[in-house]
């Protein structure tokens, strides 16, 4: 393989962003037209991606083998003549043929066994093909196993002048943000490096919604679709209603039906460099408490052996306010005049 082709090969990888099982030239036509076109085909995951060319990065045509209804082949298996295999889908009709037989028939065992999850029972194939087809099998049931759903904590509503919610929920996507649908718009208006899709909570308060920027010549198309929440997990209101077991989930339907072209709204985080210093805390004196002012006691002699001095009982007066103690200097000192204060 040279390095151009390995560059297609990662570039085919990075699009459509699943496994690749199965490849090589196929011829594809409707039921109905004349001619067969051909192709350079890749099974990756449940899609069948139809290419131009080897060469060709961008895929001209997929067929999604989810919506698988039957495979049967034109005529019986033999090694001296082309295959052809009508594969009918719920939303079309297609054939498929190869040339060499051999090759038809590992084309069928790999489409049979990725749209149907088991091995066909009758397969012509040796025990190296067979083997592949356990592995891509175990791969591709992990790869649709679905994911438990999220907690789910109901938010509410609060009246503002901007419509705003409270984001009481956990374990969401990172592109969940509590806004109305006007908001969400004008975020993926006004910041389209950021990303196109936005999950948010639905205007009836009970949901949620997906708001989504989608370009064209014309300008930027804004679209709003309603997801249900369910005891199972959620439903996505389209024509043809799509139940997903959680919000993770739903991102990832809306990303492969826009063939990942669109994008999660993520807003960068910014971080910082430089470790900076703290300045050291300032260090005060302690505080000085101060000593509580007591009134000086009155020392009086007694002669040895005598019981010690008693303080006096300071009298009652009567005021206008009531019954009050006197100060103690009207008692030691009952003859002071008011100028005797100063």
């Not at 090969?9 to 409707?30: D, F, N, V």
């Not at 076109?37 to 990065?57: C, I, Q, V, W």
């Not at 498929?96 to 051999?102: A, C, E, G, I, S």
């Not at 959680?246 to 990942?260: C, I, P, R, W």
Request: net charge negative; hydrophobic share 30%.
């Amino acid at each position: 393989m040279t390095a151009t082709t390995r560059r297609v090969y990662k570039r085919r990888e990075t699009i459509t962003a699943l496994p690749l099982y199965y490849s090589g030239q196929l011829l594809k036509k409707y039921t109905g037209e004349k001619e067969f076109k051909n192709f350079y085909a890749e099974l990756r995951g449940s899609t069948l991606f139809l290419y131009p060319d080897e060469m060709h990065d961008t895929y001209s045509e997929k067929l999604d083998l989810q919506m698988w209804k039957s495979m049967s082949m034109d005529s019986p298996y033999q090694n001296n003549r082309s295959t052809i295999y009508t594969l009918t889908l719920t939303n079309e009709e297609v054939q498929l043929k190869v040339d060499n037989p051999n090759t038809g028939e590992e084309w069928r065992g790999f489409i049979m066994t990725v749209a149907t999850k088991e091995i066909p029972s009758k397969l012509q194939l040796l025990p190296g093909q067979m083997l592949r087809l356990e592995e891509v099998l175990s791969e591709e049931k992990k790869r649709q196993a679905p994911c438990p759903p999220l907690p789910y904590t109901p938010y509410h509503i609060h009246p503002s002048s901007d419509d705003t919610y409270d984001d009481a929920l956990s374990g969401t996507p990172l592109c969940f943000f509590p806004v109305s649908r006007q908001k969400a718009e004008k975020m993926l208006k006004e910041n389209t490096e950021y990303g196109s899709i936005i999950l948010r909570p639905s205007t009836d308060n009970t949901n949620y919604a997906i708001t989504l920027r989608q370009d064209y010549p014309s300008g930027p198309v804004m679209k709003n679709y309603k997801v249900l929440s369910i005891d199972t997990g959620f439903v996505i209101e389209l024509d043809a209603p799509v139940t997903v077991p959680s919000l993770g989930a739903v991102l990832d339907h809306f990303l492969k039906a826009t063939e990942f072209r669109l994008h999660p709204y993520l807003v960068p985080q910014t971080y910082d460099t430089c470790i900076d210093l703290p300045l050291p805390l300032p260090c005060f004196p302690p505080k000085t408490v101060p000593r509580a002012r007591v009134a000086p006691m009155i020392h009086t002699k007694s002669p040895k052996g005598s019981t010690p001095p008693s303080f006096p009982k300071l009298p009652i007066k009567d005021t206008d306010t009531g019954k009050e103690y006197q100060d103690a200097d009207e008692v030691l000192n009952p003859d002071r005049r008011p100028e005797d204060l100063n």
